[in-house]
């Protein structure tokens, strides 16, 4: 259940690039070549976390995105975030993963040959092409005329960026803030649900919960992760 | 406080003020996740596992003391009326606080079914409650979020809960299967989600609710592709966690594994939670640019409607029925969405508020039907149920009419009220969809029925499969027969919705009365009784369903109150 | 007792719950008592507020009781409010006077089947529809009872749906009384579109400001609707098989309830009515038609049922040509004298079919006046007063409606007056071939469908047997209203008459036909003149028929071909010949557009459960197409907004 708090730090981290995307037309040649370096980084680490084969190889792609993004961060001239991206994700998160690929097995493959739809693969480049191209067309035509506040380099106004994000955290996104919590709570209990075994004793009236072929939903098999 | 011991640092910081805080505003919140954490310490404190009886009593506890809370903020709210508070991140209105209602009936609801589904199942302590509590907290967020970040913060809280609940009864393996597929299609909306919120932050500059309003009245851009761009991609998000179609292919999957009762809390709290937000983001800020969102929710609706109805309609499972049939419900709430203004939005209040009764009561007696093991699904399971246990069926009965919109259930009212919204904004061609997919969804509530009506086949529980196949060839005969009911009412319905009258409800639900008369009547001949197959009734599940059936009932005969309820929630919201 | 209105529909309400949750556990017989028991108390209350109605001013005799607000959704505000006038109160009174008497007669009749409870459950929701239909101070209201009587009827049409028979007349029914059902819709609709209100009293107070041609579309609409329900050219083919239904079940729907429900409908819209010239003759026309062709087919039916259904049928023509004609106090008269003749011919005929084990066919009766005393007796006065002979109820009524037509469309009178004598005809056509004659019944002995009720008798031996008393009670009661039932409105006689009762209700809408004493008269020694002549006539060739058989069949073979003609031509009475246009509409085109929009919604949802394969990445798929399906709108927002 980690991973689920985990998805939710990306994607706020997600944001952030948006964001900062959006005012980087006032920086300087070397921050555009930087910026375009790192986001290569980042989306070609995406891309081959989703490719990879090998749940290893997915996993150093990963890092090679979080690498990207604390990149991003910098060029933002926000050293704190890009250091907590790199310890925290890097660091911590990554190793995890790594440590349960390990655990669980690093030799699994899953028959990914098996196609239910026919024209699924093609159809879904096709789409995330499109897709893709609609963001583009709407970013690219539309009129900049964004109320968002300047904030290419420091933080405004006097102080260091990590007391005005301390600020902030307890002023603006108190509320968020605390909620987050909420999450903590939620994994350690998941995690406690999810640890659960079955008995041993098999149940005479359930004849799947012995022999755990399930997949009992939908039409097909279906075996994902 | 000394902060001066601490680190050497603090007296370098700059001094600020932290934002005052209404504790009145978010007290339900605070209770649900109080209670939460209380049953987390309670349960760890005593030695053995925690007692089902003792997590049961302090969720009981937890859900009254949330619905004491948020009625007091209705009467607070109402005496001084509506604010913004905690810096910007929550708006304490009437529409929040209906929400805190809502969530708090669905969550005192599923405690009362979850226990005997716990003490049957099996299926271990008090975590089930903890885990509800939390979700249920989330959806509260998500209603009195007045910030893009803390919708998404609680549509986390809510959803990551409910993948693990899903996940909750281990001995199925179902149960998991629908909890990592719901966990991984839920992950990737959220990321769209996030992505549209940061669209929107690029084009408005905030994240908040009221400074993106005030941003988008002050400056008015031509073709503001990222703005709809950043539309686009939340009302994915928000499609996803109502089950709008094309998002909602999960949920059939993901309704027929999780345990029941937690199915029945996913249909109530997840749409309660998703539909606030939903309202208060589009409806209320961006209100401004309903040409743009309002024909995308036109079409999820249409699709919602018809797919929901349509495929309803070949499912023999009674709980990936009732998730159609949730599509197809989402879908009408849609359409108080669509109308976007006062009406729609107490209209789909109201909706989302009785359903929540009906759709619990509906999976207390699903759950209870399921016998242990919680597989007991199939429609032939309800056959002959009338006789076995007259009540339990008179009330699933009664449920499920006020599902497909009988008179004198709240349901009709519901449905009533979000076509009459629908025809005043003049989307004349949606309202007639509802109500022929109303008369549609009407055949396959009432298929329900009249197997619970029909005699028993002579089926015992498993090794038998001829009779019991005999049987669902009997209730498909039977649907056949009634067909020719169903749609000669809609079809008489249709132009009559088109014709531009308002409340075309009544249209739908009038060949549903019939229909149901008709295939009464056509049953087989009976069959040998099926003795000995009645299934026990848990006193607090039985309580529950009595709640909703007299809910239902009672505000269905006598509607005003409710309906003034959800009025009085939008007056103190727009 | 005005406060008390709404105890009226309350009680059998409440009669229906107590059904509901202990009818299993009252059993037969006494479930049927508690079920009488609750209409015989909303009878006793009806009369109750009825004397207090008395009591109030006529000016101004109508009470309005709101329980409480339905629909409070903004421009739609409808109030559960039920309001009594002369008009509503007559119907309340006949209603729950009638439904008692059945419900009593019931008892006895059903005993012993096993879905006893059920019944009676079905008997007292009926009676509660009705009630709210009638009492209901709005459009929609009265629509609700409108549906719920529907439903019961189906409900009580088929209920021995073992039978194939009784379950397709359900459904034939159903699909008859939709069609009508749909005017009723687009009527309220219109209404709420023009006027902004479903209250009676404020529609008809904004009459003036919807203009004559909405005024006649939503009256025309209206009539749709009561022609379902009431029977008329062309949706009359349901009334007929209805007959599938328990006896009393029939009595019910065409003595008290249900079919009446139209004629009241168009009663109450009289101030539509009136400012609609035009749908005022359509509804004449269609009456006086009706009438005529009924009782055509009414005279030559060998079910004994089938007859009285389509008497009723050429009955109701009367009452909607009396509506027509703007003397609503007429078809009111009429419809309490048919409530009486009808009930008592029903209840007759279930007695008599009671006493031969379920045997209805005419073929197979006769000479039962000697087995049958009470019975014959009884039936003799409904017979006669059908017939319109003097001085029983229906001469008074029925030359009331006739009057009316000769003065407002005397063409109408014609086909009314022909119609008349057919009544006559085929109503003691019937009478004959029951009770007079030979023992016919001697040879064909039933074939034992259900003939195991009352006490198994012998089915070779036992003659016919007379009914228990809780069949026979009614049926004296409703022989002594149908034989003095004239006193309710004498043409010489203004004071305390139902004209005098009704007339506020009407006030200037009702026709005054403004007749000379002497041209009453005439009308009226025309009227009896044709009675006679329709008894006299039918009773010699049928009376006789048994007696020489072979003398007749000249005739009876004439008779037949009208028979088909009118089969051919009309409806599908449930002859050996199916009619042509009923068959056509009813098989080909309704049945065929039902399956294929079933087949349809089939077929679609095949297609599309072929995606939900249960992939997570198939619904990842599904999700990109739609977000792509919204990028792409937004694309096009950028250029086309």
């Known amino acids: 259940m980690k991973l689920a708090a985990t998805t939710l730090m990306v994607h706020s981290t997600l944001a952030a690039v948006s964001a900062t995307g959006v005012t980087v037309t006032r920086a300087s040649t070397v921050d555009v070549v930087t910026f375009v370096i790192a986001a290569a980084a980042v989306l070609i680490g995406a891309v081959g976390v989703v490719l990879a084969r090998h749940p290893v190889h997915a996993a150093l792609m990963l890092v090679m995105t979080l690498f990207g993004i604390a990149v991003l961060f910098l060029l933002q001239r926000d050293d704190f975030l890009a250091a907590i991206q790199v310890i925290v994700y890097a660091g911590a998160v990554v190793v995890l993963f790594l440590f349960v690929i390990m655990f669980l097995g690093v030799d699994r493959e899953e028959n990914i040959r098996f196609e239910p739809l026919r024209g699924q693969r093609p159809l879904a480049v096709l789409l995330i092409a499109l897709g893709t191209a609609g963001v583009l067309v709407l970013g690219l035509v539309s009129h900049w005329a964004t109320g968002a506040p300047e904030v290419a380099g420091a933080a405004n106004g006097p102080g260091s960026n990590v007391a005005k994000l301390g600020k902030s955290v307890f002023t603006t996104y108190l509320f968020p803030f605390e909620v987050t919590s909420a999450l903590l709570v939620i994994a350690v209990v998941a995690a406690v649900v999810l640890a659960r075994r079955p008995p041993a004793t098999p149940d005479p009236d359930d004849p799947d919960a012995a022999s755990g072929d399930g997949n009992v939903i939908g039409e097909e098999q279906e075996v994902v992760g | 406080m000394s902060p001066s011991l601490l680190l050497g640092v603090a007296a370098a910081t700059p001094r600020f003020r932290t934002p005052h805080i209404d504790y009145l505003s978010i007290l339900p919140i605070l209770i649900m996740m109080g209670g939460a954490v209380a049953i987390v310490v309670v349960s760890s404190l005593v030695r053995r596992q925690l007692r089902t009886g003792v997590g049961t009593l302090l969720a009981i506890v937890t859900s009254l003391a949330a619905l004491g809370a948020s009625l007091t903020q209705w009467a607070d709210v109402a005496d001084h009326g509506a604010k913004v508070t905690i810096a910007g991140a929550v708006a304490y209105d009437g529409f929040s606080v209906f929400i805190q209602v809502t969530v708090s009936i669905a969550m005192l609801l599923t405690v009362l079914v979850g226990d005997g589904y716990l003490r049957r199942e099996d299926v271990g302590g008090p975590e089930l409650y903890v885990l509800a509590l939390l979700s249920a907290s989330g959806a509260m967020v998500m209603g009195s979020a007045n910030d893009l970040i803390v919708i998404f913060l609680g549509l986390e809280i809510m959803s990551i809960a409910l993948y693990v609940l899903a996940a909750f009864n281990h001995r199925r393996t179902e149960s998991g299967e629908a909890a990592l597929k719901y966990f991984i299609l839920g992950s990737f909306s959220s990321a769209i989600f996030v992505y549209g919120i940061a669209l929107v932050y690029g084009a408005t500059g905030s994240t908040n609710l009221p400074e993106i309003a005030d941003y988008l009245s002050k400056n008015v851009v031509a073709s503001n592709g990222v703005l709809l761009a950043g539309l686009a991609l939340l009302l994915v998000g928000f499609g996803f966690k109502i089950a709008a179609v094309p998002f909602h292919m999960w949920s059939p999957d993901v309704y027929q594994g999780a345990p029941s009762p937690v199915t029945g809390f996913m249909a109530a709290v997840a749409k309660a939670g998703a539909f606030a937000a939903l309202l208060r983001v589009f409806v209320s800020s961006f209100g401004a640019e309903r040409a743009d969102w309002q ?264 509607p005003a109150p409710i309906v003034d309820f959800a009025h009085r929630a939008t007056l103190l919201f727009l | 007792m005005l406060h008390v209105t709404a105890l009226i529909i309350l009680l059998p309400l409440v009669g229906f719950a107590v059904q509901l949750f202990f009818g299993r556990r009252l059993a037969d017989p006494l479930a049927g008592a508690v079920a009488t028991i609750f209409v015989a108390a909303s009878f006793v209350v009806a009369v109750g507020v009825f004397v207090d109605l008395l009591g109030v001013h006529a000016a101004v005799r109508s009470f309005t009781q709101v329980l409480w607000t339905w629909l409070p959704v903004g421009g739609l505000h409808v109030d559960i409010g039920f309001t009594v006038d002369p008009l509503s109160m007559t119907m309340v009174l006949f209603v729950t006077g009638i439904s008692a008497l059945i419900h009593l007669y019931s008892i006895s009749y059903m005993r012993g089947d096993k879905d006893f409870p059920k019944f009676f459950l079905y008997l007292n929701l009926f009676v509660a529809s009705m009630l709210i239909l009638v009492l209901a101070d709005n459009l929609l ?110 009595a019910l729907i065409h003595a008290a309830t249900m079919v009446t429900a139209g004629v009241y409908l168009m009663c109450r819209i009289n101030p539509l009515l009136h400012a609609a010239p035009d749908a005022s003759l359509t509804v004449a026309s269609v009456g006086a038609a009706t009438a005529l062709v009924a009782g055509t087919i009414a005279a030559t039916q060998q079910d004994i049922k089938k007859v009285l259904a389509f008497s009723t049928v050429s009955q109701l023509g009367y009452m909607m040509l009396a509506v027509g004609t703007g003397a609503y106090e007429a078809a009111i008269f009429l419809m309490i004298a048919h409530a009486f003749y009808k009930g008592l011919l029903f209840l007759g005929a279930g007695s008599v079919i009671h006493g031969l084990h379920d045997n209805q066919d005419l073929k197979r009766m006769g000479n039962l006046r000697r087995y049958m005393k009470l019975t014959f007796w009884t039936f003799l006065v409904a017979t006669l007063a059908i017939a319109a002979v003097p001085p029983l109820v229906g001469f008074w009524a029925k030359g009331d409606v006739l009057d009316a037509a000769y003065a407002r469309y005397p063409v109408l009178w014609v086909v009314g007056i022909i119609a008349a004598l057919f009544t006559a005809y085929y109503i003691t056509r019937l009478t004959a071939l029951a009770f007079f004659g030979e023992d016919r019944w001697r040879d064909h002995r039933p074939h034992g469908v259900g003939s195991d009720v009352a006490g198994g008798h012998d089915a070779a031996a036992g003659p016919p047997h007379e009914s228990p008393w809780p069949m026979t009670v009614p049926l004296v009661v409703l022989a002594a209203c149908a034989f003095f039932g004239g006193v309710l409105s004498l043409p010489w006689y203004a004071k305390g008459t139902l004209l005098q009762w009704v007339d506020p209700v009407f006030g200037a809408n009702l026709y005054n036909a403004h007749q000379s004493a002497g041209m009453l008269w005439t009308l009226g020694v025309v009227d009896a003149v044709v009675a006679v002549i329709g008894v006299t006539v039918a009773y010699r060739i049928w009376a006789t028929r048994s007696e020489h058989p072979q003398l007749e069949p000249a005739f009876l073979q004439k008779a037949w071909y009208i028979n088909e003609a009118f089969d051919f031509a009309i409806g599908r009475p449930g002859t050996r010949l199916a009619a042509f246009t009923a068959t056509v509409v009813d098989n080909r085109v309704i049945d065929g557009a039902v399956n294929g929009v079933a087949a349809l919604v089939r077929g679609t949802g095949g297609a599309l459960r072929r995606v939900q394969s249960g992939y997570v990445r198939n619904y990842a798929l599904a999700i990109t197409v739609g977000i792509v399906a919204l990028l792409g709108f937004m694309v096009t927002r950028l250029w086309w907004s």
């Open chain 2, 295 to 558: 024909p995308i929710v036109w079409a999820l609706a249409i699709l919602s409607l018809v797919v929901g109805a349509v495929l309803a309609l070949s499912q023999r499972d009674v709980k990936r029925m009732l998730a159609y049939s949730s599509i197809n419900q989402a879908g009408f709430i849609l359409l108080g969405v669509q109308a976007a203004d006062g009406r729609g939005v107490a209209a789909s209040l109201y909706y989302v508020f009785v359903y929540t009764f009906m759709i619990i009561g509906t999976f207390a007696v699903v759950t209870v039907l399921a016998r242990t093991g919680d597989r007991g699904h199939d429609l032939s399971e309800y056959r002959g149920l009338a006789k076995r246990q007259p009540l339990l069926a008179g009330a699933l009965a009664i449920l499920l009419l006020a599902q497909a919109g009988v008179p004198f259930t709240t349901g009709f009212l519901a449905k009533f009220q979000v076509v009459a919204a629908a025809v005043d904004a003049h989307s004349y061609a949606l309202a007639a969809v509802a109500m022929a997919s109303g008369a549609i969804a009407a055949f396959f509530y009432l298929r329900v029925a009249i197997a619970m009506y029909s005699p028993a086949g002579a089926s015992g529980d498993d090794a038998s499969h001829e009779p019991a196949g005999a049987a669902g060839a009997g209730v498909g005969g039977e649907a056949g027969s009634a067909g020719s009911g169903s749609p000669a009412g809609s079809g008489m319905a249709d132009p009559v919705g088109a014709a531009g009258g308002r409340g075309g409800a009544v249209g739908v639900a009038a060949p549903g009365v019939a229909m149901l008369s008709l295939q009464v009547l056509t049953d087989e001949a009976p069959s040998p009784e099926v003795a000995g197959r009645t299934v026990p009734v848990p006193a607090l599940a039985a309580t529950a369903l009595g709640l909703a059936v007299a809910f239902t009932v009672v505000f269905g005969i006598v």
């Open chain 3, 141 to 250: 209201l009265t629509f609700v009872g409108w549906e719920g009587v529907g439903t019961c009827s189906y409900w009580l049409i088929s209920f021995w749906f073992t039978r194939d028979s009784a379950a397709s007349a359900g459904k034939k029914a159903f699909v008859y009384n939709r069609i009508g059902d749909a005017g009723f819709l687009v009527a309220m609709f219109l209404t709420f579109e023009k006027v902004g209100s479903l209250n009676y009293s404020v529609i008809f107070s904004h009459l003036h400001e919807i203009g004559s041609g909405n005024i006649t579309a939503i009256a025309l609409l209206l009539f749709v609707g009561a022609v379902g329900k009431s029977a008329q050219i062309p949706l009359f083919p349901w009334l007929a098989d209805a007959m599938e239904g328990p006896t009393p079940v029939s």
